[in-house]
């Protein structure tokens, strides 16, 4: 199935479906289809990411955070992800995906998610932050949640969360070694 149908199928759906408070877990039971492999014949680890995408897109619909988005002239931005493989997913094989609200700071919301075949194994995990950016940069949690009628309290981080930062300002601080040759 075409990524585009995949978003139109996503739009409808999460427009039918009931409303969530923010920091609820939702899930969505899908399956492997023939443009999700890669040459090895299993899901390829990217689209992993882009089912993410989707499965964010249902988040911000069902929440109305998609409204107060277009309403604040805002826009979602992914601010990285980390993902763990675990177990290949096949062509044609239905899995679970599970998606959550984990932790919060002033700016970024991170989001856990888990891959699980239909018998529970967990073939892929990982965490996923995003934020609303408007004209002036990253928009303050606080306003954002406001919007939405609800008082943002910040969520303490999950220990992988702490340690998946710390490994993002290492490798940006890494960067600096690449500028001035000194990697190999």
Same mark, same amino acid.
């Given at each position: 199935?075409?990524?585009?149908? =995949?978003?139109?199928?996503?739009?409808?759906?999460?427009?039918?479906?009931?409303?969530?408070?923010?920091?609820?877990?939702?899930?969505?039971?899908?399956? *492997?289809?023939?443009?999700?492999?890669?040459?090895n014949g299993h899901m390829n680890n990217g689209r992993y990411l882009t089912i993410i995408?989707?499965?964010? *897109?249902?988040?911000?619909?069902?929440?109305?955070?998609?409204? *107060?988005?277009?309403?604040?002239?805002?826009?979602?931005?992914?601010?990285?992800?980390?993902?763990?493989? =675990?177990?290949?997913?096949?062509?044609?094989?239905?899995?679970?995906?599970?998606?959550?609200?984990?932790?919060?700071?002033?700016?970024?919301? @991170?989001? =856990?998610?888990?891959?699980?075949?239909?018998?529970?194994?967990?073939?892929?995990?990982? @965490?996923?932050?995003?934020?609303?950016?408007?004209?002036?940069?990253?928009?303050?949690?606080?306003?954002? @949640?406001?919007?939405?009628?609800?008082?943002?309290?910040?969520?303490?981080?999950?220990?992988?969360?702490?340690?998946?930062?710390?490994?993002?300002?290492?490798?940006?601080?890494?960067?600096?070694?690449? *500028? =001035?040759?000194?990697?190999?």
């Amino acid at each position: 199935m075409n990524l585009w149908l =995949r978003l139109a199928w996503t739009l409808l759906r999460a427009w039918r479906l009931p409303r969530i408070a923010p920091g609820a877990t939702i899930e969505r039971r899908m399956r *492997v289809w023939p443009g999700d492999l890669d040459i090895n014949g299993h899901m390829n680890n990217g689209r992993y990411l882009t089912i993410i995408d989707l499965m964010l *897109v249902e988040y911000f619909v069902r929440s109305g955070f998609a409204r *107060v988005m277009l309403e604040s002239g805002w826009r979602p931005m992914s601010g990285g992800a980390v993902i763990t493989y =675990r177990k290949g997913l096949m062509p044609g094989q239905r899995y679970l995906l599970r998606f959550a609200l984990a932790g919060a700071d002033h700016v970024w919301n @991170y989001m =856990r998610f888990e891959f699980q075949r239909e018998d529970g194994t967990l073939c892929a995990a990982g @965490y996923m932050k995003g934020a609303a950016v408007g004209r002036a940069g990253l928009v303050p949690n606080a306003e954002s @949640y406001a919007r939405l009628g609800h008082a943002f309290e910040s969520l303490p981080l999950p220990v992988a969360v702490d340690h998946w930062l710390a490994a993002e300002r290492a490798a940006i601080d890494g960067r600096a070694d690449l *500028v =001035r040759g000194e990697c190999v």
